[in-house]
Structures are given as C-alpha cells and as structure tokens.
Nanobody, 114 residues
Framework: QVQLVESGGGLVKPGGSLRLSCAAS????????MAWFRQAPGKERELVAF???????NYADSVKGRFTISRDNDRRTVYLQMNSVKPEDTAVYYC????????WGQGTQVTVSS
C-alpha cells in the first residue's frame, strides 16, 4: 500500500532553516511528480512546491526564493529545504504526488516562532 512518511519538522526561529524529508513507498516514485503541501491552523491545505520526474520545479509565490524542493529516486525520498523561514510558514507539512492522491501521511509540524 501507499505510505508517505514525513519528517524533519520542529520549532525554528524566524530567519532560520529546516530540511524536511518524505519517504515514499507503494508508488512508482521515479515516475511521479512529487509535491509538498502545507496546512496552517484554520486554513485549507495549499500546494507549496512540486518537482517533476525531470527535476523541473515550481513554487508557490509565498515561498519562491526561500524554499527548494529536491528528490532522490534511489532513496524514494523528496526533500524540502526551507530557508529564511517566516512565522507565516507555520503549518503541518505533507508530501504527496501532484496532483495529490488520496493517500496522505501524518505530516510534520513546522513552527516558526521567536
């Protein structure tokens, strides 16, 4: 079955950095466009970034220039490097295919606060 396991979240100060990881199984990972989503309290889940099988990337305007998505097909893992984080980046972060499947992991909490 499909499993998506996110990790790497935590508490970080504004301006700091975090690197999120998502290990995938049960999908043909190297043939899938993969994405990071996030959901802040009281808000709908939103697309943050995605990377296609050719490693072409696309970002939400709110994170462009600060976040970098990458993938390692051998490890079946997608990463999100978050730099210069802001309080508004506080959310639970999830990975999925893009477009998203019905399979969601538990997510990883990112809290940006001084």
């Amino acid at each position: 079955q499909v499993q998506l396991v996110e990790s790497g979240g935590g508490l970080v100060k504004p301006g700091g950095s975090l690197r999120l990881s998502c290990a995938a199984s049960g999908i043909s990972f190297s043939l899938k466009t993969m994405a990071w989503f996030r959901q802040a309290p009281g808000k709908e889940r939103e697309l943050v970034a995605f990377i296609n099988i050719g490693t072409w990337t696309n970002y939400a305007d709110s994170v462009k220039g600060r976040f970098t998505i990458s993938r390692d097909n051998d490890r079946r893992t997608v990463y999100l490097q978050m730099n210069s984080v802001k309080p508004e980046d506080t959310a639970v972060y999830y990975c999925n295919t893009h477009p998203a499947s019905n399979y969601w992991g538990q997510g990883t909490q990112v809290t940006v606060s001084s």
